[in-house]
């Protein structure tokens, strides 16, 4: 597996492609910040439910 292949590149992909905040989910500077960890959660849960009603 390349570093195309990894779960991070997809989300960032993802993000950049259809939510537009791949810099909140991939800025390193921020990883630590309380802040960033809620916008990951809250992107993560997104992409969950655009993927489940893609699926339905």
């Not at 590149?9 to 960890?37: E, P, Q």
Request: proline share 2%.
């Amino acid at each position: 597996m390349g570093k195309q292949d990894s779960p991070n590149h997809f989300v960032y992909l993802f993000n950049r492609r259809l939510l537009g905040i791949s810099h909140c989910v991939t800025d390193s500077h921020a990883l630590n910040d309380k802040l960033a960890l809620k916008c990951r959660w809250l992107t993560l849960q997104l992409m969950l439910h655009k993927l489940s009603t893609e699926a339905a």
